[in-house]
T-cell receptor, first 111, second 112 residues
Framework: AAGVIQSPRHLIKEKRETATLKCYPI?????VYWYQQGPGQDPQFLIS???????DKGSIPDRFSAQQFSDYHSELNMSSLELGDSALYFC??????????FGDGTRLSIL | DAKTTQPTSMDCAEGRAANLPCNHS???????VYWYRQIHSQGPQYIIH???NNETNEMASLIITEDRKSSTLILPHATLRDTAVYYC?????????????FGAGTRLFVKA
């Protein structure tokens, strides 16, 4: 069965640079979620989109933004990167009433 | 979302049943119990969910108490590959993209 696809799998950036993470949900899923997991931490919710509209917001820094496109894929844009942004970033998708399914994540390292 | 309480860690012998408890005493009437697990640095994997009846699938069984204030995830024959952090989460079903709040979870060690 098709799963959530995230790209890239690994990304190395320097401080103050920008990064864009991409998420392709499971076909026919209309909702996308983004989570951040720092070293030794539990996943923390950042933001979600339902039918291309922002539906919920968590502890997402103002330097980050995200959107969901007409084909339901989503992108997380991160600017002015800081050392503390080094983390695993997970995307999950779901359809109405169904559990979320997660991708394998993007590991972002800030040098 | 209701808060959950889970043991920090548990051990289980390979081939034996692993019983992972979760307390969710403030669960609301429309909230389900979901279980996910995360094997080191991989994405969280959905296991099972339920409202008030016991549930079973190919991965596990979920036993929910009658008052719904606690539940137990059962892995009937644990293998070394079941070593992971197990998260118990309570939330209403997805009705337009509401977040999942991960608590601390239980780190399960399956030993040979």
């Amino acid at each position: 069965a098709a799963g959530v696809i995230q790209s890239p799998r690994h990304l190395i950036k320097e401080k103050r640079e920008t990064a864009t993470l991409k998420c392709y949900p499971i076909p026919r899923h209309d909702t996308v979620y983004w989570y951040q997991q720092g070293p030794g931490q539990d996943p923390q919710f950042l933001i979600s989109f339902y039918e291309k509209m922002q539906s919920d917001k968590g502890s997402i820094p103002d330097r980050f933004s995200a959107q969901q496109f007409s084909d339901y894929h989503s992108e997380l844009n991160m600017s002015s990167l800081e050392l503390g942004d080094s983390a695993l970033y997970f995307c999950a998708s779901s359809s109405l009433g169904e559990p979320q399914h997660f991708g394998d994540g993007t590991r972002l390292s800030i040098l | 979302d209701a808060k959950t309480t889970q043991p920090t860690s548990m051990d289980c012998a390979e081939g034996r049943a692993a019983n992972l408890p979760c307390n969710h005493s403030t669960i609301s009437g429309n909230e389900y119990v979901y279980w996910y697990r995360q094997i080191h640095s991989q994405g969280p994997q959905y296991i099972i969910h339920g409202l008030k009846n016991n549930e079973t699938n190919e991965m596990a069984s979920l036993i929910i108490t009658e008052d719904r204030k606690s539940s137990t995830l059962i892995l009937p024959h644990a293998t070394l590959r079941d070593t992971a952090v197990y998260y118990c989460i309570v939330r209403a079903p997805n009705t337009g993209g509401f977040k999942t709040i991960f608590g601390a979870g239980t780190r399960l060690f399956v030993k040979a």
